[in-house]
């Protein structure tokens, strides 16, 4: 059975920083590629970040420079290092996959109609509130 369970969330003050974690199981994890994305209460979504399988990675331009993307190969986790955070980062959290070289059944799927994102397999989401 595949899961993404995400670690991590909770309530901070902005410049405060969180460190979201997602840990992986049932697919293959070292050939994936892992996105978080983010849905504000206002159901706004966006692509937050990516890490490739090739290590290469993407940040939305909201984030970049205070949002760090790692992975731990060993165990199949995958980090996202929140920092200066602001209150227009008050979101649910989610961290996608999508297997390169598999294919899966159902294949990809949009997290809900509002976001355009389409992976694999996701996470149930994981909440951060910044208050100013």
């Known amino acids: 059975e595949v899961q993404l369970m995400e670690h991590g969330g909770g309530s901070v003050q902005a410049g405060g920083s969180l460190r979201l974690s997602c840990t992986a199981s049932g697919f293959t994890f070292d050939d994936s590629d892992m996105g978080w994305v983010r849905q504000t209460p206002g159901n706004e979504c966006e692509l937050v970040s990516i890490l490739k399988s090739d290590g290469s990675t993407y940040y939305a331009d909201s984030v970049k420079g205070r949002f760090t993307v790692s992975q731990d190969n060993a165990k199949n986790t995958v980090s996202l290092q929140m920092n200066i955070l602001k209150p227009e980062d008050t979101a649910r959290y989610y961290c996608?996959?999508?297997?390169?070289?598999?294919?899966?059944?159902?294949?990809?799927?949009?997290?809900?109609?509002?976001?355009?994102?389409?992976?694999?397999?996701w996470g149930l989401g994981t909440q951060v509130t910044v208050s100013s």
């Open positions: 996608s996959a999508v297997e390169l070289r598999t294919r899966v059944p159902g294949g990809l799927k949009r997290l809900n109609i509002r976001c355009p994102y389409e992976y694999h397999y």
